[in-house]
């Protein structure tokens, strides 16, 4: 499969403006073969932590997806803040947060949600977002897909639970410029250590609240080569990805077998 990952500034709060800016550009990725085209973390509003900024499943931010998966015959796929069914926001609990939930919509019109599970203490993502349980991990035409999001990347952990069911780990992004350094190296470890594809997809520009991003979306081989990778500008990153590639990469050098509990 040829995933696409579209590395794009984000419109601050503005669902309808980022739907308008991404459409042309998710047609363009189809259009060059991209089975799975991957948007940034919290691609329609920004990484803003404003009350209410939350939306329904199944909210707008969800249903761009399926529209644009149906409209092209691909796989779409996103971050954004929902509000889980059944909490109306009204009790003012940790219940009524959002998570931050990564959206991937089939062409088919199903719909997969993981929620990250390690929100940014360091900025107060804790505060305004619940935590999800769980990682989940999706088959795509034959690829095992495990999505995380930004924070995420920092707890091996998660990865290595989810390695032997995973051929492709998505990672959608709203990393800060003065930490790329540790974005570029933990992208190529995760990729190296699990014996699987990454890709990282990071926003560029500056964020509503000030915080700069330079991007640095990049798709990691099994081995830790890059096979695509952006600078601080909007583009798309375009890779074939392989599960038979994995499968081979881990018998011939069998590490994960090695680990110890």
Known sequence: MRIAAVQHDIVWEDREANFARLAPVIAGAAGLGAGLVLLTETFSTGFSMTPGIGEPEDGPSAGFLREQAARHGIWVG???????????????????????????????????????????????????????????????????????????????????????????????ANWPSPRRLHWQTLLQARA??????VVGCNRVGTAGDGTEHVGDSRIVSPTGELLATASGVETVLLADVDAREVAATRDRFRFMADRRS
């Open 78 to 172: 996103g971050s954004c803040p929902e509000v889980a069914a059944g909490n109306g926001g009204a009790g003012g609990g940790s219940a009524d947060l959002p998570f931050n939930s990564f959206v991937l919509a089939g062409p088919d019109g199903t719909t997969h949600r993981y929620r990250k599970l390690h929100p940014f203490t360091h900025a107060g993502e804790h505060e305004r977002f619940r935590a999800g349980e769980k990682p989940v991990t999706v088959d795509v035409d034959g690829l095992r897909i495990t999505p995380f999001v930004c924070y995420d990347l920092r707890f091996a952990d998660i990865f290595w639970t989810a390695a032997p069911d995973t051929d492709v780990y998505l990672v959608p």
């Open 192 to 197: 190296i250590e699990n014996q699987a594809y």
